[in-house]
C-alpha cells in the first residue's frame, strides 16, 4: 500500500471486512508495529518518531476500551492529562465536547451505564480532546442513532473545512464517505485497488453512485447469483405444489 495524503483533506479509506483497514490505522498510529515498509505521518517518522505521533493524531478505534468505573467526564480528565494539556483546558474542551455531543446532565454517571452509542460519542471526545492535527477515525458513525451520526458527520465536514484538519476515516457507510471524502481509496486484501474522488471513482465504472462503484469495484455486484438459490427454491415449490394438486385430483376421481 502506498498512500499520500495531502495536509488538510478528508480521505476515505473503504473495503470489505477483513480488508486491512483497521490495520492500516493502528499501524499509522503507530499502535501496532509495522511488519514492513515505512510512513510518515505529519512529517514524523512512524520508526524513529512514533511519539510525536501519538502527540499530534486523535485516533477513534473501532473497538474502544473505556474504563467503565470512571465517570465520563473523570475518563475525558485521564484522556487530557495523557496529553500533558493544563487542567482548566481540560475542563473547558471537556464541557465543550460534552455539550457537542449532546451528553451533558450524564456526565458523572459511570460508564458501564451508558449505551453503546454513548460509549461511542465518548470516544469521539476522548479523539477531539487535545485538539489534534490528524484525526483518525475507524467507523465513527457505527452505533449511533442518525441525529447523533449526522451530527458527526457535519463534525468532520466543519473540521475539515474550517479548522483545515487531516482526516482519515475508515468507514462502510459510503454514501458518508461520497459525502465528505475528498480522497477515496478502496482496499481488498490489504491491497490498494482504486484511488480518486469520489466522482473519478464513480465515472471511472460507470456507476450512479459511490456504493453502486463500491460494489463493482469489489466484485459484490453479483447478487443476483448468489440469491440465484431462492428462485430455485421457489421454483422447486411450485413443482411439488402441481404434484400434490394433481396426486389429490386423482385420488378424487378414484374414490
Ligand atoms: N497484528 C496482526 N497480525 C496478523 N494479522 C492481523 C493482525 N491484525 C489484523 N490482522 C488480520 O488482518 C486482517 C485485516 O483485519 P482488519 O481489522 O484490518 O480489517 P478491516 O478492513 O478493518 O475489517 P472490518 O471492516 O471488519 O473492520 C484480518 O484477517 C485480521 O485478522
Ligand atoms: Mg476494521
Not at 475525558?76 to 446532565?105: A, N, Q
Amino acid at each position: 500500500m502506498n498512500l499520500q495524503i495531502p495536509y488538510g483533506k478528508t480521505y476515505g479509506l473503504l473495503g470489505p471486512n477483513g480488508a486491512g483497514k483497521t490495520t492500516t490505522v493502528r499501524v499509522l498510529n503507530a499502535i501496532i508495529s509495522r511488519t514492513s515498509g515505512n510512513a510518515s505521518v505529519g512529517g514524523y517518522n512512524l520508526i524513529t518518531q512514533s511519539d510525536d505521533i501519538r502527540r499530534i493524531c486523535g485516533f477513534l478505534p473501532e473497538s474502544p476500551g473505556l474504563y467503565s468505573k470512571l465517570s465520563a467526564r473523570e475518563f475525558l480528565e485521564f484522556i487530557g492529562e495523557l496529553y500533558y494539556l493544563p487542567k482548566d483546558v481540560i475542563s473547558t474542551r471537556i464541557d465543550e465536547l460534552l455539550e457537542m455531543f449532546d451528553l451533558e446532565g450524564r456526565e458523572n454517571d459511570l460508564l458501564e451505564s451508558y449505551s453503546r452509542g454513548m460509549k461511542q460519542k465518548v470516544c469521539l471526545c476522548a479523539a477531539l480532546i487535545q485538539d489534534p492535527e490528524i484525526i483518525f477515525l475507524d467507523e465513527p458513525t457505527s452505533n449511533l442513532d442518525p441525529a447523533a451520526a449526522r451530527m458527526v458527520k457535519d463534525l468532520i465536514s466543519e473540521l475539515a473545512k474550517k479548522a483545515d484538519k487531516t482526516i482519515f476515516i475508515c468507514t462502510h457507510f459510503l454514501d458518508a464517505a461520497e459525502e465528505l471524502c475528498d480522497m477515496i481509496g478502496i482496499i481488498i486484501d490489504g491491497e490498494l485497488k482504486v484511488e480518486g474522488t469520489p466522482k473519478e471513482i464513480i465515472e471511472s465504472v460507470g456507476a450512479k453512485d459511490l456504493e453502486e462503484a463500491y460494489l463493482k469495484i469489489t466484485g459484490a455486484s453479483h447478487i443476483d447469483d448468489l440469491l440465484a438459490w431462492r428462485d430455485e427454491n421457489s421454483n422447486n415449490y411450485e413443482y411439488n405444489n402441481k404434484k400434490e394438486r394433481k396426486r389429490k385430483k386423482k385420488n378424487k376421481k378414484s374414490r
